[in-house]
């Protein structure tokens, strides 16, 4: 079992910046990937940053160039650094954990989910 909680939302004129973070806990060494994900009103759920254990970082297009994600695994913590921040990313941000199960005769993986943090952009 992960636990994940989200912080650093808020309210940012457009042009700013916010810095989220996300604190894991359990098992946490059976996580294989963490990320950020959101939802705007009126819209699906979307992926906007991913990284692996390897390093590995991938970006939605409406972000890449404009947010980092990055990961303290001392700490057990990502975190999702946001500039030139547009009224269009106005959402619920997410905290994601993959991570993986081994049971007697079979090895899965499974997502986990933070509560969430709003992030406003308004001016």
């Known amino acids: 079992q992960v636990q994940l909680v989200e912080s650093g939302g808020g309210l940012v004129q457009p042009g700013g910046s916010l810095r989220l973070s996300c604190a894991a806990s359990g098992s946490t060494y059976s996580i294989t990937a963490m990320g950020w994900y959101r939802r705007a009103p009126g819209k699906q759920r979307e992926l906007v940053a991913t990284?692996?254990?390897?390093?590995?970082?991938n970006y939605a297009d409406s972000v890449e160039g404009r947010f980092t994600i990055s990961r303290d695994n001392a700490k057990n913590m990502v975190y999702l650094q946001m500039n030139s921040l547009r009224p269009e990313d106005t959402a619920v941000y997410y905290c994601?954990?993959?991570?993986?199960?081994?049971?007697?005769?079979?090895?899965?993986?499974?997502?986990?989910w933070g509560q969430g943090t709003q992030v406003t952009v308004s001016s």
């Open positions: 990284t692996t254990n390897g390093g590995n970082t």
């Open positions: 994601n954990a993959e991570a993986f199960t081994i049971a007697t005769m079979t090895i899965s993986s499974h997502d986990y």
